[in-house]
């Protein structure tokens, strides 16, 4: 490294930290907050230090303030992607680093995916660049492999992270634990779906017995478990209310079996898939059970999902039910995709506010961080889009993101590919093209 | 006498002409038995009209009679015709998927249903997608449901050679022949890359590596062109034709044109490797399918006129698409190739016309500004070319079949939906007509019946 280049990093980082300090204004564009503000034209957010400091109409923004004139654009609060592998997850099938599942039985419910988050990974860029900020990193079930190892009921714990470019990129550890019923729970059970609740009970079980025995347990004077202390730690949150079950289930009597179990248990879950959920959506909406799902899915893909359909969105929302969006096709490396699971909603009967806050709020507070995040309001941190006009119209890009009140690169590996193979008027191979 | 032998000449050869529209070789095993559903003159009037030949009309009509677009237009005669009122709304060639497993890999998605991948063998060339297709899946209609009026269903990707792919018209039908699209020719499905070597070297099989599959390829039309030549010198009294054999006699259909080439391939190198076989052996790859990487190597494509069929945006799902980028199609288009967005998914077919709007944003993020009478054409014109039925369907223009879309706004909004499709001048679906949305055998009494596509 030379010394240039060492001035230029140097001012880089210095650069960073300065505009980390200063007060940042976006200007004039209609903003939909999603708070209690709702919706302002001509609006003046001001930031500082990363948060939100106030939101207001038509005020001018405050003196030595970095002004992101942003008249005739929407601004968004950034959007949260609610379930997938972003940062554990390269490439999906015989390559790249592929961290969000384990087979064999060491380790069910404590498998946290958190320390294998890379927030380098080329996903997080390709991503964030389209406006997701926050997402929701799950472990995955773990389909069997040729030896027989297999994966669990139980997959393990979920963490919520930010797509910043600050070390911190952890925001919440044990935001959710993984369980799969249903199909997907018998196949990792052993054939049926009763094996997936067994499994689902007796860790629960042992869980709470664990917890009432633990001197007990550590002196040798109380019964051997079939989960590991970790995984026995791990349930502790759930059996406290600290972190829901979120369990992905499709059929309808299947979640009718959820709901009375939650409510034995005194646990929360979310749901994920959900895709006969709407035929319950007023015991869904009483027993504050939220959904996550993807309005496209709308094929008997199996027989769980035989009476899936295109209002399911609209008709959970209309009986009070908190619903967030899942992409339509991979929950990974196109997370990106959930504008057009929220718009396709809209055009099935969804309010197009409500499918907006499926997107932001709504699944920040499925996962108890809207305090923080999620909508536009004094106090939260400043993760905000600008888009140049319908946020989920799919020809709609985002011109920039604001992740805590940092402006992050718009570049990504797919747009250096693309201007790469755009230059077409040098006569060089495309490897000198940078 | 003279007249009349005239006469009847000339009714032969329209009886002729009819015929070969509705179903060419009726004798031919498995021909098509399709018959357009029941239908009665319409004109669409005052519609912003997409032709599928690069144009956009406003405030035009399009008259359709007899099952074919009799014109287009503003100001068209409403004579004898029922007439929709399509103010403010938008009218496009019917949406043709090049890439289907509708039918093959039908929902649900049982292992019983699992009729798409004959992978017992590299080169199964012998083998037909249509005598797989289960025309009770319920992923036809919610495909038509979102404007698609016909498809191309193809065998698996597990094979260098997987079968012949068939053409279908997006009708309900009791079986696959009701659905055949008349006049259509059989795709070949090849495949590049990592499927057939991962599915073979696994078991210790070849292929094992890229150039196995290469090796594979080749030895495959090595046998063909000595088959059809063998064939050949028969018909012309030279010897005795060799056995019939079915695999052969699929490829030797490629060598002569009959048979159009439609090959998986992710990656740009790879695509280029192909386009040197097929010079080797004399065929045309007709379509790249997937084509992830399609905009490194644009101007081979339209060298070769041959299309590149792309996903808007799926990437990274494995190796060979970790390159994958939006504006892939925009860039294709961009280098005078033929770009064609297709689905290979029974979600993605519902809504090829959204996928197409997310190349239309993201070329547009690029400087790149591609008009939605172009982008339409990806998904009509430009696929019924790689499908061979460009003659027939996959533009607005008098004569060809009335396969026909009116949308409830611009195609490319994420709100607008299908709200009527015509197939061949015959309403086929109408979405705010419980009786005219189809339920298939396997959803009746199931939400879709009630009101799953409406």
């Not at chain 1, 003196?63 to 959007?79: E, F, Q, S, Y």
């Not at chain 1, 140049?388 to 805590?404: A, C, G």
Request: hydrophobic share 45%; net charge negative; aromatic share 6%.
């Amino acid at each position: 490294m030379n010394h240039l280049t060492i001035k230029v990093c140097l001012l880089a980082v210095f650069a960073a930290s300065a505009a980390v300090a200063e007060t940042t204004a976006i200007v004039g564009a209609t903003a939909h907050t999603m708070g209690e503000q709702g919706t302002i034209e001509n609006a003046t957010i001001v930031i500082e230090d990363g948060r939100i400091a106030s939101v207001s109409a038509g005020t001018s923004p405050p003196a030595g303030a970095t002004t992101i004139d942003a008249r005739g654009k929407i601004v968004t609060p950034g959007l949260f992607s609610p379930v997938g592998y972003l940062g554990l997850v390269e490439v999906g099938l015989s390559a790249g680093p592929r961290d969000a599942a384990q087979l064999g039985d060491e380790f069910t419910a404590g498998f946290d995916v958190a320390d294998a988050y890379n927030r380098r990974s080329t996903l997080i860029a390709i991503n964030r660049v389209e406006g997701i900020t926050r997402a929701v990193i799950t472990p995955g079930p773990g389909w069997p492999d040729e030896l027989g190892n297999t994966g669990h009921v139980l997959s393990g714990l979920a963490a919520i992270v930010n797509l910043g470019d600050s070390g911190d990129a952890i925001e919440r550890r044990a935001a959710a634990m993984i369980v799969n019923l249903g199909e997907g729970g018998s196949g990792l059970a052993g054939g049926s779906r009763v094996g997936a609740l067994l499994t689902l009970r007796n860790a629960l079980n042992e869980a709470i017995d664990y917890n009432d025995h633990r001197d007990d347990f550590e002196r040798g004077a109380r019964r051997t478990y079939s989960h590991s202390v970790a995984d026995l730690e791990a349930l502790q949150g759930v059996l406290s209310g600290a972190t829901p079950l979120f369990v992905d289930v499709n059929r309808a009597s299947d979640i009718e079996v959820l709901i009375q179990l939650v409510e034995e248990y005194a646990i929360r879950a979310i749901i994920s898939g959900g895709a006969e959920a709407w035929m319950l959506a007023e015991q869904l909406a009483a027993a504050q059970i939220p959904v996550v799902l993807a309005p496209q899915d709308i094929l008997p893909g199996n027989f769980d999902k035989i009476n899936a359909r295109r209002e399911s969105a609209a008709i959970l929302a209309a009986a009070g039910v908190t619903i967030a969006f899942a992409d339509g096709q991979s929950h990974t490396h196109n997370a990106r995709n959930i504008t057009q699971s929220a718009g396709n909603a809209v055009a099935y009967g969804l309010p197009w506010a409500d499918a907006l806050h499926a997107i932001t709020l709504a699944p920040a507070r499925i996962f108890g961080v809207a305090d923080s995040v999620g909508s536009i309001e004094a106090g939260k941190e400043a993760d905000i889009v600008i888009w140049p006009d319908d946020p989920l119209e799919l020809t709609s890009y985002p011109e920039q993101v604001l992740i805590k009140g940092q402006s992050i690169s718009m570049t990504s590996r797919q747009t250096l590919l693309r201007d790469r193979y755009l230059q077409s008027d040098s006569d060089k191979p495309p490897a000198y093209r940078k | 006498m003279k007249r009349s032998i005239v006469a009847i000449a000339a009714f032969a050869v329209l009886i002729a002409a009819c015929e070969s529209r509705q179903g060419d070789d009726a004798s031919a095993p498995y021909a098509s038995r399709y018959q357009p559903l029941p239908g009665a003159a319409t004109l669409l009037a005052g519609a912003t009209i997409l032709t599928g030949t690069g144009a956009r009309l406003e405030n035009a009509d399009i008259l359709l009679r007899d099952g074919e677009i009799v014109a287009v237009g503003a100001g068209l005669s409403q004579e004898g015709a029922t007439v929709v009122d399509a103010t403010g709304r938008w009218i496009t060639p019917g949406v043709i998927d090049v890439h289907s497993h509708l039918g093959v890999y039908p929902s649900p998605g049982t292992a019983s249903h699992s009729d798409g991948n004959e992978a017992t063998a590299p080169v199964t060339a012998e083998v037909w997608a249509e005598h797989s297709v289960w025309p009770h899946d319920p992923g036809f209609v919610t495909a038509l449901a979102g404007g698609v009026t016909a498809l191309q269903v193809l065998p698996g990707s597990a094979n260098l050679i997987g079968g012949r792919g068939v053409t279908l018209k997006n009708v309900p039908g009791r079986n696959v022949q009701d659905m055949k699209f008349p006049g259509a020719p059989h795709g070949l499905k090849m495949a590049c890359g990592e499927n057939p070597k991962r599915v073979y070297g696994s078991r210790g099989v070849a292929p094992g590596t890229r150039m196995g599959n290469v090796a594979g390829y080749r030895t495959a039309w090595i046998a063909a062109a000595d088959y059809k030549k063998k064939m050949e010198a028969a018909e012309e009294g030279k010897g005795e034709p060799p056995l019939r054999d079915l695999k052969l006699e699929t490829l030797a259909g490629v060598l002569s044109g009959e048979i159009l080439v439609h090959n998986h391939c992710y990656r740009g190198d790879e695509m280029s490797i192909m386009l040197d076989i097929a010079k080797e052996f004399g065929y045309k790859v007709t379509a790249f399918h997937h084509a992830v990487e399609a905009y490194k190597v644009a101007d081979l494509l339209a060298e070769n006129d041959t299309c590149a069929a792309m996903w808007a945006d799926w990437w990274g799902f494995k190796m060979e698409a970790y390159d994958g980028i939006r504006e892939n199609a925009a860039l294709v288009d961009l280098a005078g190739a033929c770009a064609v967005i297709h689905s290979d998914s029974a979600v993605g077919i519902q809504r090829l016309n959204q996928e197409t709007a997310k190349v239309i944003g993201a070329a547009a993020r690029a400087g790149i500004d591609i008009a939605p009478e172009r982008a339409i054409q990806w998904i009509t014109s430009n696929a019924a070319k790689a499908l061979g039925v460009s003659e027939l369907t996959g533009t607005l223009e008098p004569g060809k079949m009335a396969d026909v879309v009116l949308w409830s706004g611009s195609p490319f909004s994420v709100y607008t939906r299908a709200d009527q499709v015509y197939i061949d001048g015959a309403l086929a679906y109408d979405r705010h007509d419980p009786s005219l949305n189809p339920v298939t055998d396997f959803t009746l009494g199931t939400s879709a019946a009630a009101g799953g596509a409406q």
